[in-house]
């Protein structure tokens, strides 16, 4: 039961975090292209990532059951945004604009995909690092 209360003070605490991450871009680079969900999901991928291995079998960080929930179900589950994502790409399809749903579709799965890569590499470079 201390899981599911630690998985939702991190959603809560994604979903804050998303939403504001969302007005500030719509408010630095416009409404035109959906910036903030593709923001969110390469920063939350990156993050997972980052999280997986540096709490993993061979990561130098050691965690609780739940405080790997509260990051990995919570946190960037609340944070991360690939349903609303999907249905921003569905409006700009619905709307004609082929140029930019593609556009969005490949640049958050590459994003994703090396975001994911890159903090999974940085928590092995860490774990390799001498620490003091």
């Avoid at 969110?40 to 291995?53: C, E, P, T, Y």
Wanted: charged share 10%; with cysteine.
């Amino acid at each position: 039961m201390n899981a599911y209360f630690w998985i939702a003070v991190g959603s809560a605490l994604g979903g804050v975090a998303r939403h504001w991450s969302g007005e500030a871009a719509a408010r630095l680079l416009g409404l035109a292209f959906p910036w903030g969900t593709l923001f969110v999901n390469v920063l939350g991928s990156f993050v997972i990532g980052l999280f997986f291995a540096a709490t993993g079998p061979d990561g130098r960080v050691t965690v609780s059951a739940e405080a790997k929930a509260f990051v990995m179900v919570g946190l960037c589950g609340g944070f991360t945004t690939f349903s609303a994502f999907s249905l921003q790409t569905l409006a700009l399809m619905q709307d004609g604009e082929w140029l930019r749903a593609g556009a969005n579709i490949a640049a958050s799965v590459i994003l994703c995909l090396l975001a994911v890569w890159l903090g999974y590499v940085a928590a092995q470079v860490l774990s390799m690092t001498r620490l003091g």
